[in-house]
């Protein structure tokens, strides 16, 4: 089924903050840039065109890779894309595709890629573990050790358990921790602007269980 009008101007604005917030300073854009899916929520109510939960999670997702440098090694060459995959039953449907479409980050084209083993997610950026793979935790950590993929989940805990950055809900708002211990292991720098909007950071050593 294709998109609605109003869907596909919802993921559009999203995607793509405003002119009043693009004419702010630039450490001011980069914040807004990652806590502009929350605030453009009630914008979107006037529209009849309110995005679900995993619309602005797929929009987190696409800024995330915006504000995060991935080290030289894990570069993918030129022309090959800037994935984001997702491992498990996806719960996105259309909306991280839509998302993503015609977009780019550090001049790579972006395309979402559903997988079904963590040894396949060697070549993605940012891989999204799916709620279904909450048993297998553990073993897909330890299947990315090495790596610089950025994880990222909503499984209760995921961040305490050795994940990157986990989705949380504050009421109806969507918000996100960070882990910084593996991060640093999988030598990334999150940009500090980037930490300021998180929900809470933490250091965890735990691996899934």
Same mark, same amino acid.
């Given at each position: ?21 693009? $004419? ?17 929520? @009630? ?5 009849? #065109? ?5 619309? =602005? +999670? ?38 991280? %595709? ?18 079904? &083993? @963590?040894?396949? #997610? ?5 891989? !999204?573990?799916?709620?279904?793979? %909450?048993?297998?935790? +553990? ?16 499984? @209760?805990?995921? $961040? ?6 986990? !989705?949380?809900?504050?009421? &109806? ?9 593996? =991060?640093?292991?999988?030598?990334? *720098? ?5 930490? +300021? =909007?998180? *929900? $809470?950071?933490?250091? $965890? %050593?735990?691996?899934?269980?």
């Amino acid at each position: 089924m294709r998109p609605t009008h109003d869907a596909c101007r919802s993921q559009r604005m999203l995607r793509r903050p405003s002119a009043r917030w693009r $004419s702010r300073q630039q450490l001011e854009l980069v914040a807004f840039a990652l806590s502009w899916a929350l605030a453009v929520i @009630p914008s979107l109510h006037a529209q009849k #065109a309110s995005p679900t939960e995993y619309e =602005v +999670k797929a929009a987190y997702l696409y800024n995330f890779g915006r504000f995060v440098e991935w080290p030289n090694k894990a570069t993918a060459p030129n022309r090959s894309p800037f994935t984001v995959c997702v491992l498990g039953q996806d719960p996105f449907g259309q909306a991280l %595709d839509a998302i993503l479409a015609g977009e780019s980050i550090d001049g790579a084209n972006t395309a979402a890629v559903r997988i079904s &083993k @963590p040894q396949e #997610a060697v070549n993605c950026r940012i891989l !999204f573990i799916s709620s279904s793979e %909450d048993r297998q935790l +553990k073993q897909i950590l330890v299947a990315l050790e090495g790596t610089s993929v950025l994880t990222v989940s909503d499984l @209760p805990q995921f $961040s305490e358990r050795g994940g990157m950055v986990q !989705f949380v809900l504050e009421g &109806k708002r969507v918000r996100f921790e960070v882990n910084l211990t593996p =991060v640093e292991h999988a030598h990334l *720098a999150l940009s500090s602007q980037l930490l +300021k =909007v998180a *929900a $809470s950071l933490r250091r $965890s %050593d735990r691996l899934g269980d």
